[in-house]
Structures are given as structure tokens and as C-alpha cells.
């Protein structure tokens, strides 16, 4: 199984650039999420998706939009890239909601996004 | 904010050794989470503890919780150079809904 596929890997974006960083799954989970992981600060929960059609916003979305048309994808985009949106990107999914036993949460490999 | 927080930022030992690694949080949780991330890799969930269980073991890992503290340890016994990675502790907070809430990770570095 492929399991969290994010693609690119890597991204170097100009200031007011925009463009969509894709995820994909094939465990046929409910839940998807993105995180930014920023040195010193962990993991932050960007949005997430509890199933097709449905989205919400996590601790930092500003900059960020989503949306969740099937229940393998989950793409991630940004409409104005600006030098504080580098960050290495996480998507992850899960069963049902990540707190529940026997649900953990699957990562992709990240892509890594420079904003100069 | 972050939720949780962990001690030490970075641990270096030799094999063979054990490793512990901390984690608090502030607000009550339902279970909480301990994930390993290899340099350049995502996340790898190791072990779940639930807020009525004190304690839980998988393999070499051994996984505390002190809900009346806020805190958590990660125990990994026999260390091996393979179990180099940082370590993250997640919580799943009453009151967040959907959503996991991740520390800021310890960095272990296992010396053969």
C-alpha cells in the first residue's frame, strides 16, 4: 500500500505566488489533516477534514484553503505565498477522528516549501 | 499554543542505555499519543494511552501517564542507534473535537 502520498517534495515559491500542495490516500480513512512543521514549534494543525465535503479550520489557517471532494484527496492551497509560509507540510490521515483507540494518525513524507 | 510540551529538547546517550523523555500539557485530555519522526520522514504512531489508564507498554517502549500532574513519560529501554529520531507526544484534548495537539518533540540521538 502506498498509504499518505504527498507530491512535490519540494517547492520554492516568489512572494505572492500561489499553488496547491496534493495528498492522497488509499486506506480509505474519513479523516484527513494538514500540519506545518516549523523548527521549534512542533506540529501545527493547519485543517482538517472529517470526511468528503466537510472541512474545518485548525490552529493556524490563515493563508490556507482546502477543500474535500473524495475521500482519498485532500489537497492544500496556498493563495498568497509569503516568506512565512516556509515550513515543511504534513498530511496525515486517519480512520475516524485521530483521539479514537485503534485510529492513529498516518503521515505522508512531507514536502518542504521555501518562500523567498 | 501548543499543548504540549516536552523535556529534554535533546537527549544523546550510548547504546544500550535507556532513554525517558517527558511530556506536559495543560488542559484535560482524553488519551494521549507518542509518535517518532526519522530525519526527513513523517510521523510514525507508537503507542496510545488512555486518560483512565497510569501506564502501557509495546515492546521496548514503556509509556506513563499522570493525569493529576499533566505529564506523560516515554521509556525506551536497551537503546539501539536505529531509535535515533525526535520524539513527539500528542494530546487529544475533551474539548478539541477532531483534532490532535502535537509538542514541540525531544530529539534523541542514540551513539553505537
Known amino acids: 500500500n502506498a498509504g499518505v502520498t504527498q507530491t512535490p517534495k519540494f517547492q520554492v515559491l516568489k512572494t505572492g505566488q500561489s499553488m496547491t500542495l496534493q495528498c492522497a490516500q488509499d486506506?480509505?480513512?474519513?479523516?484527513m489533516s494538514w500540519y506545518r512543521q516549523d523548527p521549534g514549534m512542533g506540529l501545527r494543525l493547519i485543517h482538517y477534514s472529517v470526511g468528503a465535503g466537510i472541512t474545518d479550520q485548525g490552529e493556524v489557517p490563515n493563508g490556507y484553503n482546502v477543500s474535500r471532494s473524495t475521500t482519498e484527496d485532500f489537497p492544500l492551497r496556498l493563495l498568497s505565498a509569503a516568506p512565512s509560509q516556509t515550513s515543511v507540510y504534513f498530511c496525515?490521515?486517519?480512520?475516524?477522528?485521530?483521539?479514537?483507540?485503534?485510529?492513529?494518525?498516518?503521515f505522508g513524507n512531507g514536502t518542504r516549501l521555501t518562500v523567498t | 499554543s501548543q499543548q504540549g510540551e516536552e523535556d529534554p529538547q535533546a537527549l544523546s546517550i550510548q547504546e544500550g542505555e535507556n532513554a525517558t523523555m517527558n511530556c506536559s500539557y495543560k488542559t484535560s485530555i482524553n488519551n494521549l499519543q507518542w509518535y517518532r519522526q526519522n530525519s526527513g520522514r513523517g510521523l510514525v504512531h507508537l503507542i496510545l494511552i488512555r486518560s483512565n489508564e497510569r501506564e502501557k507498554h509495546s515492546g521496548r517502549l514503556r509509556v506513563t501517564l499522570d493525569t493529576s500532574k499533566k505529564s506523560s513519560s516515554l521509556l525506551i529501554t536497551a537503546s539501539r542507534a536505529a531509535d535515533t529520531a525526535s520524539y513527539f507526544c500528542?494530546?487529544?484534548?475533551?474539548?478539541?473535537?477532531?483534532?490532535?495537539?502535537f509538542g514541540e518533540g525531544t530529539q534523541l540521538t542514540v551513539n553505537p
Open positions: 496525515a490521515s486517519s480512520y475516524s477522528y485521530p483521539g479514537a483507540y485503534n485510529s492513529p494518525l498516518h
Open positions: 486506506m480509505n480513512h474519513e479523516y
Open positions: 500528542a494530546t487529544d484534548e475533551e474539548t478539541s473535537g477532531s483534532r490532535l495537539t
